[in-house]
């Protein structure tokens, strides 16, 4: 119950914009069952994709994939307090 209403939860970021480490990001995704939450890293100029030969083909912004779990199982990760805390002091309550 706890770990749906969390990722429930999670799942209300969903669109916003956030900074990721000092890059801009905006949040796409919580794979709950892989425990991870997806954001796409929003650079001035994404990088160059290459297709399954290696050629040049487009650009397309980066995934990052953030552990929701801590490294040893217990307790959130600090990748996603690290987010978690700049999105409340970004929009900090009342």
Request: proline residues 5%; hydrophobic residues 35%.
């Amino acid at each position: 119950m706890y770990e749906t209403a969390f990722t429930d939860r999670l799942r209300q970021l969903i669109g916003r914009q956030c900074q990721f480490y000092g890059r801009p990001c905006r949040i796409v995704d919580v794979l709950a069952s892989e425990r991870r939450l997806v954001l796409e890293a929003r650079d001035a100029l994404p990088p160059i994709q290459t297709n399954q030969y290696g050629q040049p083909t487009w650009r397309s912004y980066e995934h990052i994939e953030i552990r929701l779990d801590g490294a040893d199982g217990d307790g959130l990760s600090e990748e996603l307090l690290h987010l978690l805390d700049g999105l409340s002091s970004a929009h900090p309550a009342g």
